[in-house]
């Protein structure tokens, strides 16, 4: 197996990782990324990072840890012992280019305060700053612009640095802030994928295409109005429209009205032989072989539904019709 020049992390089956991830990864995961040799571009993909303006005194750090800070959401390199030292001075040749720069650092607007918080860091703690003074009496980050400098001194120090920055955790306040972006931006992603998909659902609407969110949001509708015709049922004084219906025959009521606003909401015929069509075709309980005797009995269910629709009853309509704002929006 194969291993980069911090002989800690193997080069094979590394898994691409995208900025937002790499956001998320905590600090010793960050530390351990930037130890890959594509760090920049993992498993191949070319990722963007954001570049704002980010100084000194827009953070706070206390003993390595970041214990205030202003956002910064989209660079999560910053303040990354191994990415700064690895790759602020680090080139690659790029042929019929020369020397090229091998990270993102020489164009970094955040460089001066993330120098500033990785040295914080690299001094909190004897081990580290010890294995970094020697790291840099070795030559530090110029091995990096050096083709041959694997097994040498440098190496080997750079190699113990790796080791000590593996062993230290520091927190940061930014780490919030990121959370809280990413929650927000998933938002907005949330709403304006809800409003392309009401924006979809009212064209499909016009020409009289509904989909499965349509018809439940209807078969709602009618197992709403079912609950309350059998609660209206239950008052002995109720109408006799309603109290005279038996219990199946409301059932097959109910199927009826559904089959109506679905048919209505498809800009089809709504009429009784249409109806029967659509119970035979879904296979509800009012099904019959017989179309024309089942077409007969929705004719006469749909007479029942008309008197429950003008039948008030202590301040309600029994069967109120389907209100289409609030029952059946195109937003959900």
Known sequence: MTFNDAGAIPLQHRPSLTVRELDHLDYLAKIRHWLRDDAWNPGGTSLRFENPDYRVGDLIVVDGNITKAKPLVGRPCFGIATAL???????????????????????????????????????????????????????????????????????????????????????SANDQHVATAYAEKDRIAREKDKERQAQNRRRARRNGEIDEFDEELLKKAAIKR????????????????????????????????????????????????????????????NTSKNHSSLSSRVAKDLQRIEKLERAHWRNEILLPPLDRQNEFPSGG
């Not at 709504?270 to 035979?280: G, V, Y």
């Open 85 to 171: 030292l690895r790759y602020e001075y680090a080139t690659r040749y790029v042929k019929g280019r020369g020397a090229m720069p091998a990270g993102r650092c020489h164009t970094c607007k955040a460089k001066d305060a993330c120098r500033w918080v990785v040295t914080n860091r690299l001094k909190s703690v004897p081990s580290l700053e010890r294995s970094w003074t020697s790291w840099l009496q070795e030559g530090g980050p110029s091995m990096f612009s050096m083709p041959n400098y694997k097994g040498s001194g440098q190496q080997r120090s750079w190699v113990e640095l790796c080791r000590e920055l593996r062993q230290v955790h520091f927190t």
């Open 226 to 285: 079912a609950v309350a015709l059998v609660e209206f049922r239950k008052d002995p004084e109720c109408p006799r429209v309603l109290s005279r219906l038996p219990q199946k025959s409301l059932k097959e009521l109910l199927e009826v009205w559904l089959g109506r606003e679905i048919l209505r909401a498809m800009k089809t015929k709504d009429n009784a032989p249409s109806i029967a069509r659509w119970i035979a075709r879904t296979g509800r309980s």
